[in-house]
Antibody, heavy 129, light 108 residues
Framework: EAQLVESGGALVQPGGSLRLSCAAS????????MSWIRQAPGGALEWVSS????????FYSDSVKGRFTISRDNSINTLFLQMESLRVEDTARYFC???????????????????????WGRGTTVTVS | DTVLTQSPGTLSLSPGERATLLCRAS???????VAWYQQKPGQAPSLLIY???RRAAGIPNRFSASGSGTDFSLTISGLQPEDFAVYYC?????????FGQGTKVEIK
């Protein structure tokens, strides 16, 4: 059974840094794109960042671009989110999720992941105050 | 960026009734790459639908979805007690991969 477990959430002061981790098991990590999604208290889901299976292709929301860095270590089946220059508005529960599906383009050489969120972790809480 | 607007914000229905949730995109979603998620209080979201109309593994067939371009919908035929939750749509046709603001389905 696919499982994702986030860790690293904490209380941090504005301007501080934090590194979140997401340990994956039960599926082929190297062929899954991965994402971070956050949810402020009482709020809606907000997509934060995604990266491809190899880690070569990354995407960020405008709200975190330049401050957050997504990465992965496929040797230990773990996804990371390095967060710098944290703001009060970054306070949220952070979820990781996998995206195992995709397609090849017409050339048959380029693979494009479908960044919907299949399996979710339970999340880890980041409080900036 | 593609903004997703879900309606209504809250849907008050009785068990057994049919729920129809709407998701409108500010621009056409590439390849109709829309997903729907269910979130219960205190839990992580769970995937219901992907590619606008494909049910995820293990999702009961009372959940169905359709749509194309900018207009998408999720229908729950015959609400069960466990279906009362918040539902989100998401587009993954182009980055940023935005979510809607959610529709709460509550017991009337």
């Amino acid at each position: 059974e696919a499982q994702l477990v986030e860790s690293g959430g904490a209380l941090v002061q504005p301007g501080g840094s934090l590194r979140l981790s997401c340990a994956a098991s039960g599926f082929t990590f190297t062929t899954s794109a991965m994402s971070w999604i956050r949810q402020a208290p009482g709020g809606a889901l907000e997509w934060v960042s995604s990266l491809s299976g190899s880690g070569a292709t990354v995407f960020y929301s405008d709200s975190v671009k330049g401050r957050f860095t997504i990465s992965r270590d496929n040797s230990i089946n773990t996804l990371f989110l390095q967060m710098e220059s944290l703001r009060v508005e970054d306070t949220a529960r952070y979820f990781c999720a996998n995206s195992p599906s995709g397609h090849f383009d017409s050339s048959g050489y380029n693979y494009y992941f479908h960044y919907y969120m299949d399996v979710w972790g339970r999340g880890t809480t980041v409080t900036v105050s | 960026d593609t903004v997703l607007t879900q309606s209504p914000g809250t849907l008050s229905l009785s068990p057994g009734e049919r729920a129809t949730l709407l998701c409108r995109a500010s621009q056409s979603v590439s390849n109709n790459f829309v997903a729907w998620y269910q979130q219960k209080p205190g839990q992580a979201p769970s995937l219901l639908i992907y590619d606008a109309s494909r049910r995820a593994a293990g999702i009961p067939n009372r959940f169905s979805a359709s749509g194309s371009g900018t207009d998408f919908s999720l229908t729950i035929s015959g609400l069960q007690p466990e279906d009362f939750a918040v539902y989100y749509c998401q587009q993954y046709g182009s980055s940023p991969y935005t979510f809607g603001q959610g529709t709460k389905v509550e017991i009337k």
